[in-house]
Nanobody, 119 residues
Framework: QVQLVESGGGLVQPGGSLRLSCVAS????????MGWYRQNPGKERELVAS???????NYADSVKGRFTISRDNAKNTMYLQMNNLKPEDTAVYYC?????????????WGQGTQVTVSS
């Protein structure tokens, strides 16, 4: 069973930075895609950034130029560097790992880490 454990959330002032980490219990090579999502109460979970094998990176328009997703395969860890944070970035951030299947993908989720941007 795959486990994903996030860390690095917290309270930061607008314009500040945070780096989120997601450690996978298995090898990240087994996943087709890894990514970060975020969610606020009463709203749908939205994609923030993803990294697919082959080097294809994808970012939400709202975070382009401010957030960077990366992986350290040797440490089975994925990161999200968040710079120039804004109050609207406040949310619970979730790590996702996906394995593509013939019919439906197999998704794994972490427990989430709270990011609060406030003065």
């Amino acid at each position: 069973q795959v486990q994903l454990v996030e860390s690095g959330g917290g309270l930061v002032q607008p314009g500040g930075s945070l780096r989120l980490s997601c450690v996978a219990s298995g090898s990240v090579f087994s996943f087709n895609t890894m990514g970060w999502y975020r969610q606020n109460p009463g709203k749908e979970r939205e994609l923030v950034a993803s990294d697919s094998w082959g080097g294809r990176l994808n970012y939400a328009d709202s975070v382009k130029g401010r957030f960077t997703i990366s992986r350290d395969n040797a440490k089975n860890t994925m990161y999200l560097q968040m710079n120039n944070l804004k109050p609207e970035d406040t949310a619970v951030y979730y790590c996702n790992a996906r394995i593509l299947k013939p019919v439906n993908p197999l998704d794994y989720w972490g427990q989430g880490t709270q990011v609060t941007v406030s003065s």
